[in-house]
């Protein structure tokens, strides 16, 4: 008997996608910047951006093409909702570390 597997995926990552949890804000540390003003992180590689994920922030780098699936849409959506676009934080996730590493994990294959 065969298991489809892109059915089972979509299950999974609907069920990862309910137990992301609405978190507090938080501050975080300070990261090392590009000199000209722009805002650019050095240790982010071209193709790729900066997320704070969980309770402590912790720093994620993720592919941009992450940004068209979604399921990462309806993160989007979430920290939206929860941090508007008007903090001081950088893009800020409102999901539990393990639940985004397991998410994004199967979204990047």
Do not use: W
């Not at 501050?27 to 402590?56: I, R």
């Not at 780098?61 to 950088?90: C, K, N, W, Y």
Request: overall charge positive; charged content about 25%.
């Amino acid at each position: 008997m065969a298991i489809k597997k892109s059915s089972s995926n979509k299950l999974v990552i609907k069920q990862i996608l309910k137990r992301c949890s609405s978190l507090g804000k938080k501050q975080t540390s300070d990261h090392h910047y590009d000199g000209t003003g722009g805002g650019l992180p050095l240790d982010v590689p071209k193709g790729h951006f900066a997320v704070y994920v969980g309770e402590n922030r912790t720093r994620y780098i993720v592919p941009i093409s992450i940004l068209t699936r979604p399921e990462f849409q309806s993160l989007l959506q979430q920290a939206e909702e929860e941090f508007g676009f008007d903090h001081d934080m950088g893009l800020t996730i409102p999901c539990e570390e393990v639940v985004f590493r397991s998410l994004t994990s199967m979204l990047v294959r």
